[in-house]
């Protein structure tokens, strides 16, 4: 269920984190797979921006808050309607599957999935700015419903003919723009209040260079790491000029453990471009800073990086030179201790036959 929650936060996030600076969203993750009871039929994460604020499933039937150490299945105090919605949500969802399993000959025994995102996005005043759903079925998207206050915009899977007649579109038009829309941002609005020390943090991300050599050269990673939102102007320059990306391997932002992110850039750099000894810059603009964040990297020629190479055997030199003055320092100590026993064990026999020759 968990990995089935994961594919639909993929589709959502490249459509949530494109949003302008200051949107905020709410989302739905919703999965639907009939016929198991070893969990519910029916469950929704609900998403405040990219933090899971709620949960709801068929067994429950109730709006449960996102569990914490200190605050395990708790009920949100959001009244009835939210309910209501996501019943409406689940009955949807299964009429759709059991439209794909006839409208595709499906048969009835298996695993069958119905899936869907659905929500919606403010601007900074609070005024509604879309509202939106997204399906699949048996792992591919199937079709999708977009309004962005305007105008209503529909996209379906080719050989998708299940849907969408005039009927149809006029009910899921008033149906969205009606009733679920002002609910959405009535919902959004109520958790955006209650989750605001988080959606609206903002962290600085720290920034540096990782380099790393490899065959006929050297691996050169920019990362910025620790920042929120996530949202992100990750670039890397070669003496002050913009590196192609084709040139580059661009990662995901991805979470870290902490709650932050990271992401990063990288390039790789042949012998040649390492004895030009161009300088390369890491640079970074986020809703944290001010100013763009910099660091810079030299590229080092040939013959440094071939001395990186034998550093290890050169720290085995070293350590074994170090541990062989150790020893003689050990030893000479030894021998030194000895000689001044032997010194004082004759001073003491002197002493002895003195006082002999006294006594006589």
């Not at 109730?62 to 939210?82: C, I, K």
């Not at 609910?183 to 989750?195: A, D, K």
């Not at 300088?279 to 986020?286: D, F, I, K, L, Q």
């Not at 074994?320 to 150790?326: D, E, K, R, S, T």
Request: with cysteine; aromatic share 8%; net charge positive.
């Amino acid at each position: 269920m968990f990995v089935l929650q994961l594919m639909l936060m993929s589709l959502l996030l490249h459509r949530t984190m494109s949003s302008g600076t200051g949107r905020h969203s709410l989302w739905a993750l919703a999965s639907y797979i009939p016929g198991s009871a070893h969990f519910p039929e029916f469950t929704v994460v609900l998403m405040l921006d990219d933090i899971q604020v709620g949960y709801y499933d068929s067994k429950v039937d109730r709006v449960m808050r996102a569990s914490t150490a200190s605050d395990h299945e708790a009920e949100l105090n959001l009244g009835q309607e939210p309910v209501t919605v996501l019943r409406d949500i689940y009955s949807s969802m299964k009429k759709r599957l059991n439209l794909v399993k006839h409208h595709f000959n499906l048969t009835i025994d298996g695993v069958h999935v119905q899936q869907r995102v659905t929500g919606c996005e403010v601007l900074e005043d609070g005024q509604p700015a879309l509202i939106m759903f997204r399906d699949g079925s048996n792992g591919q998207d199937a079709d999708s419903l977009l309004y962005n206050m305007t105008h209503f915009t529909y996209a379906v899977r080719e050989g998708w003919e299940i849907q969408w007649d005039a009927l149809k579109k006029t009910s899921f038009q008033m149906l969205y723009s009606n009733i679920y829309l002002p609910f959405c941002v009535r919902t959004l609005q109520h958790f955006l209040e209650r989750e605001k020390h988080l959606v609206m943090r903002r962290v600085k991300p720290r920034l540096r260079f990782i380099t790393r050599q490899v065959v006929g050269g050297a691996q050169v990673t920019c990362l910025a790491t620790d920042f929120y939102p996530r949202h992100i102007n990750l670039s890397l320059l070669r003496d002050g000029q913009p590196v192609d990306e084709g040139e580059l391997r661009i990662g995901s932002v991805l979470p870290n453990g902490n709650g932050l992110y990271q992401v990063r850039k990288t390039l790789m750099v042949d012998e040649k471009e390492l004895q030009r000894k161009h300088n390369y810059t890491c640079e970074a603009s986020h809703l944290s800073l001010d100013n763009r964040l910099r660091v810079n990297w030299r590229a080092e020629s040939s013959y440094s990086h071939r001395v990186h190479s034998i550093s290890p055997l050169v720290f085995l030199l070293l350590a074994a030179v170090l541990l062989l003055l150790a020893l003689r320092r050990r030893r000479r100590r030894r021998k030194e201790r000895s000689e001044s026993v032997a010194t004082e064990t004759q001073e003491q026999v002197g002493e002895r036959e003195q006082s002999d020759d006294l006594v006589t």
